[in-house]
């Protein structure tokens, strides 16, 4: 059973940057990738980013792409998600998520965390 733990949301101006952090533990060795997700007030949850966990190929959602960096720590077993340049239209819940092989569960994924809020003021 993998456990996702993040850290780093907070309160951050237009065009400010935070940075995300995603510490994993437990039956690590199944992940096969990782992404974060957000959910902004009545609406529905979104995939920001997805990395594997073993080559570090990346993907964004337009929305993000060219703004937002996703990275990991193998060894530390830590995700990261780098935002530059926020928007008001950032703000949200963000959540990490990994996933098996063959995963399953929302968006394909298996395991997530309990989400950190983002604000990002105008």
């Known amino acids: 059973q993998v456990r996702l733990v993040e850290s780093g949301g907070g309160l951050a101006q237009a065009g400010g940057s935070l940075r995300l952090s995603c510490a994993a533990s437990?039956?690590?060795?199944?992940?096969?990738?990782m992404g974060w997700f957000r959910q902004a007030p009545g609406k529905e949850r979104e995939l920001v980013g997805t990395?594997?966990?073993?080559?570090?190929?990346?993907a964004y959602s337009d929305s993000v792409k060219g703004r937002f960096t996703i990275s990991r720590n193998n060894a530390a077993n830590t995700l990261y998600l780098q935002m530059n340049s926020l928007k008001p239209d950032d703000t949200a819940v963000y959540y990490c998520?990994?996933?098996?092989?063959?995963?399953?569960?929302?968006?394909?994924?298996?395991?997530w965390g309990q989400g950190t809020q983002v604000t990002v003021s105008s």
């Open positions: 998520a990994a996933r098996r092989s063959m995963g399953s569960g929302p968006f394909g994924y298996d395991y």
């Open positions: 437990g039956g690590t060795f199944s992940i096969s990738a």
């Open positions: 990395i594997s966990w073993i080559g570090g190929s990346t």
